[in-house]
């Protein structure tokens, strides 16, 4: 059962939270020990066993739910803002530009293959993840097919599926290749059929 917390106690989870991520950004999951989280957050080991009881884990658990959150975040507030197409556009630039500045280094896939190995919750975080962002890019669709941008016959879910999917394997193949063609290729190309479904309605 989790515990409530003050807001002293959520800015104080927050840090460590913040923290660790920071450490396994720079020295990688497996060589992240709970004493250089607790020396890069003044933290001590009481403290981080209070709001972390089952250690490690736990930690790398709530490290990889805010990487996760960090994903959406960092496409705001243009993927909220879907409403023409230049937004998409600026949306489109934001995506590319991010995983340009991460490479081939993905915090959250790393987290989550060690992670995803020994606790069940990091299905439940990547799930979560893409629902979300799901759920976002099918709005934006919508707030289009409302002005008459794309088409109503346009399945917005399947659409906003597939254009996740894209985005997906394009950021597997940054990650396998350090190209950023097959994401760029992969919206675009996306968009652009989005917006023809309107001029051939």
Known sequence: MTRALTRKGEATRARIVAGAAAEIRERGVDDVRLEDVMAHTGTSKGQLFHYFPD??????????????????????????????????LAWRDRLVERYLAQGVKCPLNGLLGQTGRRAPGAQAIVTGLMWRWQAAITEGIRQMQSTGDIAPDVDAERASAALLAGIQGGVLLLLSTGK?????????????????SARTA
Not at 77 to 84: D, K
Not at 185 to 193: F, G, K, Q, S, V
């Open 55 to 88: 250690g490690k884990e736990e930690l790398l658990l709530a490290v990889a739910q805010h990487e996760a959150d960090q994903v959406l975040i960092d496409q705001e507030p243009m993927l909220s803002n879907l409403t023409s197409w230049p937004a998409w």
């Open 180 to 196: 950023i063609d097959h994401l760029e290729a992969a919206l675009d190309l996306t968009i652009e059929r989005l917006q023809a």
